[in-house]
């Protein structure tokens, strides 16, 4: 299957430039089982495999006179880039919050071509699951399984190694071309929250039980 996109020749917006470290300590949970996250997918999703994902963005670029490609290992691809349906917005690694909130993923962005806006899809051929590895700080991302209240299943950029907590199924709409993520961990799908309010307002978390809303609703981008 192929997907139609216009291509977007360039965008224009302005980065906070600021980048405090963010937390290298990997994630602590146990990995989960492979094919966990399998079952109850709705109908006319199909999930993206790898090897599937650079056809279905064919024309789906965006062009960067800085961009910096490099050269991969055959398992990554990227860097990419997620755009929310709702906002508009591309998603970003809060690279300067501090203490637990660092890494944050917040679709709040114009602006992609910098690497708080930049990931890598590394896929593992085993279990089928891919990882999102933050072209700004290096690190993987995670769902705070063990965070409370609005901050529960929050994806945050601040992991050395891929667990159960970094691994994600990527799915595809048919009809429409949208993308969604699951996360391997809970099962859940990753919902941008349009009415929080604050630092975490479009926060991206692992909560949905299926991506029956625009809220779960991306576009994937490369980079070139």
């Known amino acids: 299957m192929r997907r139609n996109v216009a291509v977007i020749a360039s965008i224009c917006g302005l980065l906070a430039a600021s980048a405090l470290g963010a937390s290298t300590s990997a994630s602590a949970a146990p990995g989960s089982a492979p094919g966990a996250a399998t079952a109850g997918v709705p109908e006319g999703w199909e999930e993206v495999e790898r ?47 501090t ?28 279990t089928g699951t891919l990882a999102l590895r933050n072209q700004g700080n290096g690190l993987y991302v995670a769902v705070e399984k063990n965070f409370t209240g609005d901050r529960q299943n929050l994806l945050r950029a601040r992991s050395t190694g891929i667990g159960g907590w970094e691994r994600f199924r990527l799915y595809i709409e048919t009809d429409t071309g949208e993308y969604a993520l699951r996360s391997e961990l ?17 926060a991206l978390r692992a909560r949905s039980a299926e991506p029956n809303g625009s809220w779960e609703w ?3 981008y490369e980079v070139i």
Not at 70 to 90: C, N, R
Not at 187 to 202: C, S
């Open 99 to 126: 203490g637990t909130n660092t890494g944050a993923l917040r679709a709040r962005s114009d602006w992609v071509y910098g690497g708080w806006e930049q990931y890598y899809f590394v896929w593992d051929e085993e």
């Open 186 to 202: 809970n099962g859940l799908w990753v919902t941008m929250e349009y009415n929080f309010d604050g630092q975490f307002q479009y």
């Open 218 to 220: 991306f576009d994937i």
């Open 51 to 97: 090897g599937d994902l650079e056809e279905l963005l064919n024309g789906s670029t965006l062009s960067s006179p800085a961009a910096d490609v490099g050269a991969q290992a055959d398992f990554e691809e990227g860097p990419l880039a997620l755009q929310s349906t709702v906002t508009e917005l591309f998603v970003t690694s809060e690279l300067s919050y």
